[in-house]
């Protein structure tokens, strides 16, 4: 939630958390209501098979972009390097910390 709140503009907070929720919810919903109708068409055991494999082949859908981006970007891990956010202003800069850094230069709260 900070992250959509950070992101938005203050006039539009409202419409940004209420996509954020909507996402949630239809993510939570819609596998449980698909599964279950499934089940009423086909064995469990088939039913949970093609879940499963519509699972695996929308994570390698997702996640291909995604590595081949970071594949290309050069990023070491365990270095803090700035790079510009999303919502940021031309100018602004953030920095990606590694974890070890976040819990030992970084106080939350």
Do not use: N, W
Request: charge should be positive; include cysteine.
């Amino acid at each position: 939630m900070s992250t959509v709140l950070g992101i938005a503009p203050p006039d539009g907070r409202g419409e940004a958390l209420t996509g954020l929720f909507l996402a949630a919810y239809l993510g939570l919903a819609v596998p449980v209501v698909a599964l279950g109708v499934a089940t009423q068409l086909l064995s469990a055991r088939s039913a949970v098979s093609g879940f499963a494999a519509l699972l695996v082949a929308t994570v390698a859908l997702v996640s291909r972009p995604l590595l081949r981006h970071s594949a290309g970007s050069g990023h070491r891990a365990g270095r803090d390097e700035p790079v510009a956010g999303p919502g940021s202003r031309p100018g602004e800069q953030l920095t990606v910390l590694s974890c070890t850094s976040v819990g030992s230069k970084y106080p939350t709260g």
